[in-house]
């Protein structure tokens, strides 16, 4: 049995982008097991923008990181040692407890994986709360109607590329997205993407006119700041917003101003909606899994990822996701 385990801990608070500094390995030993419990094995976890709200020391919809704690979030592993009747050793599993290279969790706190013909690691993407949040946010949340035209922000990652597949096959008119490089421009394309556009070549505002000169319909917002600020210029009446994250403004120490036309809202009767997965995710999750199984099988949805190797390689591919380093899924491989 396996009696020591390593864990990457919290060091301390970043004060805007974080460093390295701020994450500590850790070796601890790994207690036995109670009755109602399993033993996991991690092999692949994930890094999400999320993550990073979590790191400061406020309130929000998830529970902060502590100081010298564990972090957490998305991990598959197999089970090693099971004292649940209904998981056995051998079963795969999807949880919460990523950030370690082992965990103990209660049987009712992980999945067991589905054959779906696809690598573990779309369970913590495509099939997993990337691919629900983009099914969910556009379908619920942004309220898509078919014929729609949408525009996503930091349309390569996850859940941007999810959503601007989901779109087309919901039947949206057209899809537009942005995104930071030439590279994730040309693939946004090869997915299907009607136009997309790179945010660093020019005014987003104008350059989103250019790819909807007849407007757009829903913006699934990736990025916030100047990006919202140009889906507002450019929604037509009764338009949506489905407010998923806010990854430009995640690093920094100061107050933004945009979005600056938000009193547009108001005469185009704009619905300007935050939300979080867990809002929508039972309502949502039923339908999601036939759907994604449907594309999944026909070949009608792609997804990428970009990987990283090892426990000690964590926090770099962090940090490197909220720098845009990524093209899909940022994974670990453990």
Known sequence: MTTRTREIHLASRPVGKPTLDNFRTVEVDLPDLDDGQVLVRNTIMSVDPYMRGRMNDVESYVPPFQIDRPLDGGAIGEVIESRVEQLPVGTKVAHGLGWREHA????????????????????????????????????????????????????????????????KLKGASRVVGSAGTAEKIARLKELGFDAAFNYRDGDVTEQLRKAAPEGIDVYFDNVGGDHLEAAIANLRTDGRVAMCGAI??????????????????????????????????????????????????????????????????????FIDMLDGANTGKMIVNL
């Open 104 to 167: 103990i969790l209660a049987g009712d706190a992980v999945r067991p994986l589905t054959d779906q013909g696809v690598p573990d690691s779309a369970y913590l993407g495509v099939l997993g709360m990337p691919g629900l949040t983009a099914y969910a946010g556009l379908l619920l949340a942004g309220e898509m109607h078919e014929g729609d035209v949408v525009f996503v922000s930091g349309a390569a990652g996850a859940v941007g590329s999810a959503v601007g597949q989901i779109a």
């Open 248 to 317: 430009s403004q995640y690093n920094t120490t100061e107050p933004t101003p945009a979005p600056r036309n938000l009193a547009l809202a108001i005469g185009k009767r704009l619905t300007l909606r935050g939300f979080v997965i867990a809002k929508y995710a039972e309502q949502a999750r039923a339908d999601f899994q036939k759907d994604m199984a449907t594309w999944i099988a026909d070949g009608s949805i792609q997804w990428d990822e970009t990987t990283r190797d090892g426990l000690d390689a964590a926090p770099q591919a």
